[in-house]
């Protein structure tokens, strides 16, 4: 039973992706040992939090069965509406909930158009992305606007000794995505209704209503993170955010995220997303010209799927042949009583 | 087996874009019977338990369960009055552990806001297994993900969620599908079980042979109407045969 257990620990596709982490961190260490200096980890987990809040909203879209291509655009938009705001004369928070709420509208608007005519997800935010950067762009109104000091940026990105706000806002969220994919009943309901939209509806869960809700966290999520890298660079860039969409997914998909919906956690996506930080890090420290950095992250998604597939793979099969040899045994066991019986 | 009708249709018609699927059809099932109902592909059959199970609504005529005229608005609404439908796709999620099966839309929960709370895991894990070892289904944890058992155990697992849930009526569509003949015969032990317990099964098949040794009552179905309603005891495995073959 022990062994059972272990063995279906060590099957969970992030528990590798973790395995990988651990391999990875090391061998950038053997490379420069100043890459785990206090240094480099105050560098990178300054930066980490928010692609990790992006790659949660993206992971429990996935579970549920969709994607979401305009979180890059997103991550953009929401800052950009908050500061033009402000600009407006609008008091601080107001701008803050304001520009939030345009993350979740966006995510409802993708859920709208996908679930309403059945098209891909894929699709629906292929377009959004394209949209919501462009709304960006007009937002400036030529040139990027400078940061308005009266939004409260101190209290998303605080630096302290080694971490920053931001990391506690990240595991502030994680917990609670957490808390809400693992142990709710909703999140019974995320995982059912991505591994089989069809059970699921059977069972009568509302479906669209589940992917809906993911939709809008993962836009909300996504603006959100926006607002935490606007803050901490103190500068709206329309291009914040560029491609962040695509690391987004393979952050998730490292973690053990399933691109066909139904599997994955919220620690896997976290510690895709850490991996990818990291690398970028150890790349640069490991004196690799940066140009690398996309073949590093490249090279990672596949191996990383390759393995993740690979484990699970032997992991049903050790399953497979215990089972098989439990039903030998026990048939040994029913052929000695009948023996014994007609003794 | 009672004599009390469980079910009664009278006169159900729908059509599906020009095609009438469904023929004035009149069916009385009675309570704690299995009703083997069969047919050949495009019989109708399907269309019948999409009705019963509230998936689809009727264009015309009337259902009464336990007496009363319903009109199912959602599968839901028919599994609340305890109207369970096993479909021919297996009704699981092949990556969810058993018990988060046995529990879709129906968890356990505790600090509730609404509809949503955290999930009861450790009573939801005790529940599932005690409800498989009552339909005679021993399986080590209740943790396995469905994807590793076999055929015969996914379906075991379906039956037990619905006696865990005291359903009245289970409709099991095509259980025995694409099973090896021992699983088969682990299936039909189910349903035979059933009986004892006081649910009423209907057994949709287009094989005879698996349902004939466990049905009290047989009802044939071709091009969206009823042919045939009998008894057991009024009929036998030639003549249902016949019926099925020549219409």
Redesign the interface.
């Known amino acids: 039973m022990n062994t059972?257990n272990l063995k279906?620990i060590l099957m969970r596709p992030e528990i590798s992706t973790f395995i990988m982490f651990v391999v990875i961190m090391t061998g950038f260490f053997i490379a420069n040992e100043n890459f785990l200096s206090a240094r480099n980890i105050r560098i990178v987990m300054g930066i980490t939090p928010e692609y990790i809040i992006v790659a949660i909203g993206i992971a429990i879209l996935m579970i549920s069965g969709e994607f979401d291509l305009s979180v890059g655009s997103v991550f953009a938009l929401v800052p950009m509406t908050m500061v033009q705001l402000v600009h407006q004369g609008m008091p601080p928070w107001v701008a803050i909930a304001l520009g939030l709420s345009i993350g979740i509208a966006v995510g409802f608007v993708n859920g709208f158009i996908t679930l309403r005519f059945g098209i891909p997800s894929f699709i629906a935010t292929l377009g959004m992305l394209y949209i919501a950067r462009s709304l960006t762009t007009v937002a400036t109104g030529g040139f990027p606007p400078p940061f308005p000091h009266e939004l409260p940026n101190e209290l998303f990105v605080f630096q302290f000794e080694v971490f920053r706000a931001s990391l506690f806002w990240m595991l502030g969220v994680a917990f609670i995505a957490g808390?809400m994919l693992h142990?709710?009943?909703?999140?019974?309901?995320i995982?059912?209704t991505g591994?089989?939209t069809?059970?699921?509806?059977?069972?009568?869960?509302k479906t669209n209503n589940v992917k809906m809700f993911c939709f809008i966290l993962c836009g909300f999520l996504a603006g959100f993170a926006g607002m935490i890298q606007t803050f901490r660079i103190e500068a709206p860039l329309p291009s914040q955010g560029y491609l962040l969409e695509l690391e987004s997914i393979a952050a998730a998909v490292i973690g053990g995220v399933?691109l066909f919906g139904?599997?994955g956690t919220i620690f896997g996506a976290a510690i895709g997303a850490i991996l990818i930080r990291f690398l970028e890090s150890g790349i640069i420290m490991a004196r690799i010209d940066a140009e690398w950095f996309r073949a590093g992250l490249g090279s990672l998604i596949i191996i990383s799927v390759v393995f993740n597939t690979w484990v699970v793979r032997r992991g049903?099969n050790m399953?497979?042949k215990n089972?098989a040899e439990e039903n030998e045994n026990s048939s040994q066991k029913n052929n000695s009583v009948t023996e014994s019986k007609d003794e | 087996m009672s004599n009390e009708n469980i079910i009664e249709c009278k006169d159900l018609n729908k059509y599906y874009s020009g095609v009438h699927a469904l023929k004035n059809l009149s069916l009385k099932i009675k309570k704690d019977s299995v009703v083997g109902l069969i047919g050949d592909n495009g019989a109708g059959k399907s269309t019948l338990i999409k009705i019963l199970s509230g998936?689809h609504s009727p264009d015309s005529g009337h259902i009464y369960f336990e007496g009363n005229e319903v009109k199912f608005k959602?599968?839901?609404e028919a599994?609340n009055l305890g109207i369970e439908?096993i479909?021919q796709?297996?009704?699981?999620?092949?990556?969810?552990s058993i018990a988060?099966?046995i529990?879709?839309?129906?968890?356990q929960?505790t600090f509730s806001l609404g509809?949503?709370?955290?999930?009861k895991?450790k009573s939801m894990d005790k529940a599932a297994m005690d409800a498989l070892n009552d339909v005679e289904l021993h399986l080590r944890?209740p943790?396995t993900p469905v994807n590793?058992l076999s055929g015969g155990e996914r379906q075991g697992v379906v039956i037990a969620r619905a006696m865990y849930f005291k359903s009245k009526v289970l409709i099991l569509d095509e259980p025995t599908n694409h099973l090896s003949v021992k699983e088969t015969n682990k299936v039909l032990r189910f349903v035979e079980g059933l009986k004892n317990q006081g649910v009423t099964s209907i057994f949709i098949t287009h094989n005879l042979s698996h349902v004939y040794p466990i049905a009290d009552h047989l009802c044939v179905m071709a091009r969206g109407e009823k042919i045939a309603d009998l008894a057991k005891q009024d009929t036998n495995i030639d003549e249902l045969t016949d019926l099925l073959v020549n219409g």
């Open positions: 059972n279906s808390i142990r709710s009943n909703l999140g019974n309901w995982y059912s591994g089989d069809a059970a699921a509806s059977s069972m009568g869960i399933s139904g599997v049903e399953v497979h089972q | 998936a959602s599968t839901k599994m439908t479909y796709y297996s009704a699981l999620i092949p990556q969810m988060r099966n529990f879709i839309g129906r968890e929960t509809s949503i709370g955290l999930m895991t944890s943790d590793q």
